[in-house]
């Protein structure tokens, strides 16, 4: 909980520093880095970073937790703080690094606000940045824990077992230990952390849901190539198409997440687009390897049949539940498929059970329309959960 002196400084301060907060992070960021190049090369994500989606992460994330201090003072946003951590838990962070990140936070704090930033002022919000930091510690020593890991120390040597080619930009990667060690467990809807070595020697991480159940005796990644020559946000993506085959090894982190089933005797509600089909395939294996009994709603959306992924596999778990539909929309669908279900997923004519959990994983302008259209047929706004691939904008409306 924020000190009374502080919440008082906070609130007389937030607007100034909320209208700042991008060139704060931005001036953050470039320090950050002059004075720790390795951490661009073998750390941080240069995509999200060239992008600027990193950027206006941590902004949000910032802004939202500080607002939450001086709004609803003795509660934490949890639900931001655990995305945060499990990212982080997943890329080996360290209580060591966040000393870094507040010396060139606070400097640049100081160097975009100048003459604002009074002593009192400047207490104030090292007193939000450590309150924030100290939580995302806490949660992170506690998932290194539960994986047996030591904290930052999350990387082992996998085996390449098998590769499918899902279609011409997708590809699955079976892999399992290297040194013949069980594979740690994991929870469907839940992603690893890949790090490969590329041409010019940086050492780049990208997550990947898991695609495969618990309970298989490998583990699966399904990678979509991003396209671009010069994208760097698809040179790891890139890299696992055109370099690693069968028998190759890759540096993958234990698995990590926060979107995975919450109540099994729910009815449930699994959506997706694109890629987003794979942590949604982990679930749905899961619910017909055990049984599940509730009303299974599936929905998916995909630029046409031959761009979706696991397509059959999609349709097969789904069969395999005893009250289950799968409604697919495409955008450039094959002929003779239902015109309701041409274009973009739209929830109109699709039931909804009382009491539905749902699951969110794609682009995030298909989650917004999927969350509000959930929304307005009555689900509440706890029940509904959802996956970003890369840094989470969303975090502010949690």
Not at 20 to 35: E, M, N, P, S, V
Not at 101 to 124: D, R, S, Y
Not at 232 to 239: A, I, Q
Request: with cysteine.
């Amino acid at each position: 909980m924020l000190s009374e002196q502080s919440t008082a400084t906070v609130r007389a301060t937030l607007p100034a520093v909320g209208a700042a907060i991008g060139d704060i992070a931005d001036l953050f960021y470039t320090k950050l880095f002059d004075a720790h190049p390795e951490l661009l090369r073998d750390l941080f994500n240069r995509g999200n970073q060239a992008s600027g989606a990193q950027r206006q992460a941590l902004a949000g994330s910032i802004a939202a937790f500080a607002t939450q201090l001086v709004e609803r003072p003795g509660t934490r946003p949890d639900v931001m703080l655990d995305r945060i951590a499990h990212k982080h838990a997943s890329l080996g962070v360290t209580p060591a690094q966040y000393e870094v990140v507040h010396t060139h936070l606070f400097a640049a704090i100081a160097e975009v606000l100048g003459e604002a930033v009074t002593p009192e002022v400047a207490a104030a919000w090292d007193e939000v940045y450590w309150l924030m930091a100290n939580a995302l510690i806490a949660i992170e020593e506690r998932l290194y824990a539960q994986q047996g890991v030591v904290a930052g120390d999350v990387w082992r040597e996998w085996e390449v077992v098998g590769r499918t080619e899902e279609t011409p930009d997708v590809a699955s990667f079976r892999l399992r230990p290297a040194d013949g060690s069980p594979a740690p467990a994991f929870r469907p809807g839940q992603y690893v952390s890949v790090q490969v070595e590329l041409a010019d020697g940086a050492h780049q991480i990208r997550q990947y849901s898991l695609s495969s159940a618990p309970g298989s005796p490998y583990r699966a990644i399904t990678v979509k190539r991003v396209l671009g020559d010069n994208a760097p946000d698809g040179e790891v993506s890139r890299h696992l198409h055109a370099h690693v085959r069968e028998g190759d090894r890759l540096r993958v982190s234990a698995p990590y997440g926060d979107l995975v089933l919450k109540s099994d005797d729910a009815p449930l509600l699994l959506a997706s687009a694109g890629i987003g089909c794979t942590p949604i395939l982990a679930m749905l294996e899961h619910l017909a390897g055990t049984g599940h009994s509730a009303p299974v709603t599936v929905v998916h959306g995909d630029r046409s049949p031959a761009d979706h992924a696991l397509r059959a596999d999609h349709a097969l778990f789904t069969e395999k539940l005893p009250d289950s539909a799968a409604h697919f929309w495409y955008e450039n669908p094959e002929p003779g498929h239902p015109a309701d279900r041409t274009g973009l997923v739209d929830l109109s004519s699709v039931a909804v059970a009382s009491g539905t959990h749902a699951y969110l994983c794609g682009p995030l302008p298909f989650m917004r329309a999927v969350r509000t259209q959930l929304l307005a047929k009555g689900v509440p706004a706890a029940d509904i959960h959802y996956e970003v691939f890369g840094p989470d904008l969303w975090l502010a409306q949690d």
